[in-house]
């Protein structure tokens, strides 16, 4: 499944809470999430810009590291939070 191009962070800070991940905190534009217990790892911290459109590189990034704390490939957790 492809990336979708168009994603504000906020968007998808909310999207992320369907897999537990909550705003920890916020330092100027970037927002620190916390996963309490994600698959592999017991406590999983992510920084995601709060930007109006993630460049794509960064997407992936951030949903790479995300599947492998989830334990999932990146193509299942696409499905799971955009399908």
Known sequence: MKLPRAI????LAR???RL???VTRQKGSHMRL??????????????IPNHDS??????AGILD????AQGITRDAL????FG
């Not at 504000?8 to 968007?11: C, L």
């Not at 993630?54 to 997407?59: E, R």
């Not at 696409?78 to 939070?81: R, S």
């Open 8 to 11: 504000s962070g906020y968007d």
């Open 15 to 17: 999207l992320l809470s």
């Open 20 to 22: 537990g991940y909550e």
């Open 34 to 47: 916390t996963c309490p217990a994600a698959g592999v790892r017991p406590k999983h911290h992510i920084s």
């Open 54 to 59: 993630l460049k794509i590189g960064t997407l």
């Open 65 to 68: 590291d995300i599947a492998t």
């Open 78 to 81: 696409i499905e799971l939070l």
